[in-house]
């Protein structure tokens, strides 16, 4: 029987979304904030990084529920980001996924602390899994915050801050990316691979992979800011470009983006053999994130 990819991908991010609320409801917490967090948390999305745990579970011929929480943890820590982008002092966003964003309804200070709220639930998630062994706990804590830390995405979002209305260079904007994005995809990758027991040779391969990949759905995401549609994407297409933001396209031109798109797809296909998984279903993935059309 063939292997049906997309039914796959709906399953695994109907899991996530059954289970994020979970963790939120029954916390002894003032109701609004609760509310805050799950609004955000049912927002939506491709839930790719915790499809990228799962899927990476699977390559090792794991049970892939192994890595719920953890998976919900990263989604939560995600979300926490998305909140605070949004917010007037960041990049300003009336909608997200099609929905207004979390400031626009419960206010600025309850998104704020909504984010604040996600961000150390995330950590508590994982500490309290009954699916991993403590010590593969701790390493998985550390990683993530560093993924998500100074050095990782709130760094790339400080060096996209400084950015703003200036002529920057590709180089420049690989770091902003792969900081700002590229770390919270390597993470769910390493995290499935450590979770299955993946030896130091593989976590170096799968790491490049998740390397790749992460710049190509970058790349892709400022090509479909120019040839996206509005209705699919959830917010207005052109955002970049009417604040003069520096992206792939701006850089490279559209063709050249879409050939450096393709160079990183192909190189993280390159890494992932090498690390000698069972990888069809990283390999649908990473497909699937540059022809995605939203």
């Not at 899991?15 to 003032?30: C, G, Q, V």
């Not at 011929?61 to 960041?90: F, W």
Request: glycine share 8%.
């Amino acid at each position: 029987m063939d292997f049906d990819f997309k039914e796959y991908m709906k399953t695994r991010k109907s899991w996530i979304e059954e289970m994020l609320p979970t963790y939120i409801r029954d916390l002894s917490a003032p109701e609004i904030i609760k509310e805050s967090m799950i609004y955000s948390l049912d927002a939506g999305g491709k839930r790719i990084r915790p499809i990228l745990l799962f899927a990476t579970l699977q390559a090792f011929n794991k049970d892939e529920r192994q890595g719920i929480d953890v998976a919900c943890a990263l989604e939560m820590i995600h979300t926490y980001s998305l909140i605070h982008d949004d917010l007037p002092s960041m990049d300003n966003d009336d909608l997200r996924r099609g929905k207004p964003t979390n400031h626009k309804v419960y206010g600025d200070a309850i998104a704020i602390l909504a984010g604040d709220g996600l961000l150390t639930q995330g950590f508590e998630v994982i500490s309290k899994s009954t699916y991993i062994s403590p010590e593969i706990k701790v390493n998985l804590i550390s990683r993530l915050a560093f993924a998500a830390g100074p050095a990782g995405m709130v760094g790339g979002q400080v060096a996209d801050l400084l950015g703003e209305n200036k002529e920057l260079t590709v180089e420049d904007l690989q770091y902003i990316h792969e900081h700002k994005t590229g770390k919270l995809l390597i993470f769910p990758v390493l995290a499935g691979a450590i979770i299955a027991g993946a030896t130091e040779e593989q976590l170096v391969y799968l790491e490049q992979f998740a390397n790749h990949l992460g710049l190509a759905f970058q790349i892709k995401d400022d090509i479909l800011d120019i040839e996206g549609n509005e209705a699919q994407i959830g917010k207005p297409v052109g955002s970049d470009a009417g604040n003069d933001k520096s992206t792939y396209p701006k850089l490279l031109t559209l063709s050249g983006a879409k050939e450096k798109c393709e160079y990183h797809l192909n190189e993280s296909k390159r890494f992932l053999a090498k690390s000698q998984i069972n990888s069809e279903i990283l390999l649908q993935i990473a497909d699937y994130i540059v022809n995605r059309d939203h």
